[in-house]
């Protein structure tokens, strides 16, 4: 797959963050093309103005809709409303593609990339390397993804299906520090040629998170608070994987200073809870190392999920017979019982657990508010599910109950840490290893980090940006 010594890079239309976040302000022109391509020809570059947390469809008055799921407190067993940001309906089937964009687009205003000249590089477990594949290849970049050998069949399909080229490094979800090593060996290489869109070091991942998801929950508030009656953000909760989407809670924690920040992360590969290490199979959450954005001394709370838990549940929610059994036994419609069948993955099961657990830690009652991103959907995971019926043998009715009980409506509050001074300042900590140690970073760097002005700094480009995105189109 050569450069492209093209200019047909020159004609692609880039969005802002405040077109991603505000869709209605973009050209109805391009809006309309994009609407029309979203189903029609999803490969076309214009699918860049999908990247949202709207629904596909308007509604009957025309305007865009928050795309969201309130779960049932039948299935929940809590008595705060956990609500579900929905991500499938972006373009690849997945947020992690408005992170893979973000981080191009950042540096690509900023002349460090050019598609006649260079390659890109995007290190990945699952999900933000697909979004490289289709961000890269519809930017005009001749793009390679490295991910781990172990992880789903159906992401490396979908990497090759956008024209990427695949790296495969060994073991699985655990083996970040494999891709790393990946990446500097390339880099080392064809330094000329190849950029690394590293989604664990580069801001502009944090920086989608904070002003797009966040303000979409902040948005979300206003709804929730007219039609549940309920009273702002009490939690904001998410599998940290490259802690992008933790960033959300940054902008969250400014207009409701009381929300909780909990970050989540596998029982197995407890790095965070008490510097553990291990495999899990929580597709797409990362761990062994704590990222460079991850804004870890504004985390108020730490929860761990054990990761066959989040895979049974995945099971249960999107299985025939277990959507049967919610509706049947649990009262939930048939329309709800196929919303939620469509939105879940492994990850999105870990947040929803990692939620309940979040309610009960704190207390959260009837009119508070858990907010979680289900990152992507089943069909993500349907070998890992096959896999699954192997293990753990076909999933009938009465286990369907089972694990809804156990699971669901009686999950414990072990695992779990409060976001003390001490605590914080540990996990910042944690940082040294892989990013001064084995990454280049320097202690001053690091240090940086410590004062909230270095992240407020952070926030502040991205008004930058959109004005250097817009002067693309002059």
């Known amino acids: 797959m050569p450069v492209n010594t093209s200019d ?26 994009a609407s029309q391509a979203r189903t029609e020809d999803p490969l076309d570059s214009i699918n860049l103005y999908n990247i949202n947390w709207l629904k596909p469809d308007r509604d009957a008055s025309g305007h865009c809709q928050l795309n969201y799921l309130v779960m049932p407190h039948s299935l ?38 050019d598609p006649r000249r260079h390659t890109l590089v995007f290190p990945s477990t699952g999900n933000y390397g697909i979004g ?6 519809r930017a005009g970049f001749d ?12 992401r490396f399909r979908l990497i090759e299906c956008y024209g990427a080229r695949i ?80 960033g959300a809670g940054d902008r969250v924690k400014q207009i409701f200073p009381d929300c909780k920040v909990v970050g989540l992360e596998p029982v197995q590969c407890p790095t965070l809870y008490n510097n553990g290490y291990g495999m899990h199979d929580i597709q ?51 329309e709800t019982v196929n919303a939620i069948a469509r939105s879940f993955g492994i990850s999105g099961a870990c947040n ?16 508070d508010v858990i907010v979680i991103p289900a990152t992507d959907n089943i069909e993500r995971y349907r070998s890992t599910m096959a896999e699954a019926d192997l293990r753990y043998g076909k999933l009938d009715t009465c286990e369907s109950k089972i694990r809804i009980e156990g699971i669901l409506r009686n999950q414990k509050t072990d695992w779990y840490l409060d976001g003390t001074p001490n605590h914080r300042r540990q996990w910042h900590n944690l940082k040294y290893y892989t990013w001064v140690e084995q990454q280049g970073k320097t202690v001053n760097e690091l240090n940086a ?5 270095w992240w407020l700094a952070q926030q502040a480009r991205i008004e930058e940006i959109d004005g250097k995105i817009r002067n693309t189109r002059l």
Request: proline content about 3%; charged content about 20%.
């Open 449 to 453: 980090q410590l004062d909230p002005e």
């Open 352 to 367: 929803l657990i990692g939620a309940i657990k979040t309610a009960k830690f704190y207390r959260l009652g009837s009119r």
């Open 132 to 137: 490289g594949a289709w961000v890269g290849r």
């Open 284 to 334: 797409g959450i990362g761990d062994k190392h704590v990222t460079w954005i991850h804004h870890v001394t504004n985390m108020d709370g730490l929860a761990c999920v054990d990761d066959q838990e989040a895979v049974k549940i995945c099971q249960v929610l999107t299985d025939p017979t277990g959507s049967d059994l919610i509706n049947r036994n649990y009262g939930v419609s048939h």
């Open 76 to 113: 929940t067993g809590v008595d705060a409303e956990i609500v579900v940001l929905i991500a499938k309906d972006f373009p690849t089937g997945s947020h992690k593609v408005g992170a893979a964009y973000s981080c191009v687009i950042e540096k690509y205003v900023d002349g460090l990339l």
């Open 8 to 33: 047909e890079y020159t004609k692609i239309l880039w969005p802002t963050f405040e077109e991603m976040l505000h869709p209605d302000k973009v050209d109805p022109a391009i809006r309309a093309r």
């Open 167 to 246: 790296i495969k490094t060994t073991g699985s979800e655990s083996n970040v520090k494999e891709i790393y090593d990946e990446c500097n060996h390339l880099a080392h290489e064809q330094p000329d040629r190849i950029r690394i869109m590293n989604q664990f070091a580069e801001m502009g991942n944090y920086r989608f998170h904070y002003y797009v998801t966040g303000n979409t929950v902040i948005e979300l508030e206003k709804e929730l608070s007219a039609t549940l009656g309920t009273r702002g953000i009490a939690a904001y909760c998410s599998a940290m994987g490259s802690a992008g989407n933790i």
């Open 143 to 154: 793009t390679t993804v490295i991910l781990p050998a172990g992880m789903s069949q159906e």
